[in-house]
């Protein structure tokens, strides 16, 4: 065990209510820094799961929703600090799956199998780079070294995500990414 202290439905709810606000992409000059946080990142996973996979298995959506809790208390690790071995993945994992059970009881995403992991993988980066292109149609290009790393990634990835997503992922970028048109609007 490595984390004790959610030990009743109320401090349960709270962790994961505190995991929610966890910022991400910290590590860079971003507008609206606070905004971009864990819980609307794994919302808008949830999102496009529902609009992709609209009968997706429940344990999917759950594992989507677990997914980035523990940064809680592990933080928001940018990814090259993994890539380059300063921090051990295996052993981060563990600590993940670990605090999960701790805090819920089980990971679900320890129970996903080959297809359904592609979709979590697959959807997280996914939203990462419509975060991207979100900062980029607010004028941040900082974020453009971000979106290119990403569309290589997913380039050199392509077989391991699930080809609705990788479809959906190439389609964005062929059409404009703005705000969408109020009522009233033509």
Sequence with gaps: MIYSHADTITKKINFMREAASVRRCHALPILNGDQYVVGLHSYNMLAMLRILWPDAPIHLVWAILEHDAPERLTG?????????GIVNKETLNDAEKTILTDV???????GLDDYER?????LDIFELSLFCRDQMSLGNKNLEV????IHNFVKREAASFPSKVLDA??????EE?????????E
């Design 76 to 84: 928001d690790i940018p990814a090259p600090t993994k890539w380059f």
């Design 104 to 110: 819920l009881g089980y990971s679900h995403e320890s």
């Design 118 to 122: 592609q979709w979590l993988r697959g």
């Design 146 to 149: 971000m979106l290119g790393r």
């Design 169 to 174: 992922y190439w389609a964005s970028f062929g």
């Design 177 to 185: 990414w703005q705000m969408m048109p109020d009522l009233g609007d």
